[in-house]
């Protein structure tokens, strides 16, 4: 039962890897910032659909939301299509009288494999024409280069400052009223270039190494 003295805040998981998304991660990053004593939480998880609509109790999730927050994976410059197929619902949802909340501040967080944050332009565009497209309040992104390499490293000290300086802005910006406009955050990795290479290619051998190996299981009939 959601508390109504509370602000209600939607995250928005964009990527179909799950449990194994960066973006998850990413989402928690930010989601343990803001306490559940002053917030209701909802947590939606794009699917691979092919015909069917999301359903209706997801959308409301959205609607509901004083909060919007999509955390997702760069895909050729753009949008993962499964969470495209979500907005258009959710456009679609709205435009045939179903109410919601038109002064819900919406977020983004976009990770990518380059090393260069500036490549998610195309993907803040397309989310920045959503939300005008709906009179919702865009407030800014937090754009991450190398995003996987940032998970893997994130303990490590030093090397996520101006990552943790943008979830505080975040979470400033959310419990702040003021409407001054904001830039976006491009964080680039601080993990020299040919380190990146080798990381790289060392999880993309040992990704190729478990896909060779995997057996699937026979299933009786």
Known sequence: MLDEDKKSICFVNGSLRGKKA??????????????????????????????????????????CADTIVFVFPLHNYGLPGAL??????????IEVGNKYNKAAKVYMIVNCGSARPEINEEAIRVMKNFSRRLSLNWRFAICIGTGPVVVIT??????????KRAYAEMVSDIKSSSSEKKDNYLIKPLIPAPILTRIKNYYERKG??????HKPQQTKE
């Open 22 to 63: 960066s973006s998850l991660e990413f989402l928690k990053d930010v989601e343990l910032r803001l306490p559940d004593t002053e917030y209701n939480k909802t947590f939606l998880t794009v699917k691979a659909k092919s015909k069917e609509s999301y359903p209706e109790n997801m959308l409301k999730g959205i609607a």
């Open 84 to 93: 495209m197929r979500l907005l258009e619902d959710y456009y679609q949802y």
């Open 154 to 163: 994130k303990k490590a000290p030093f090397l996520d400052l101006k990552l």
């Open 208 to 213: 190729q190494m478990i896909q060779k190996n």
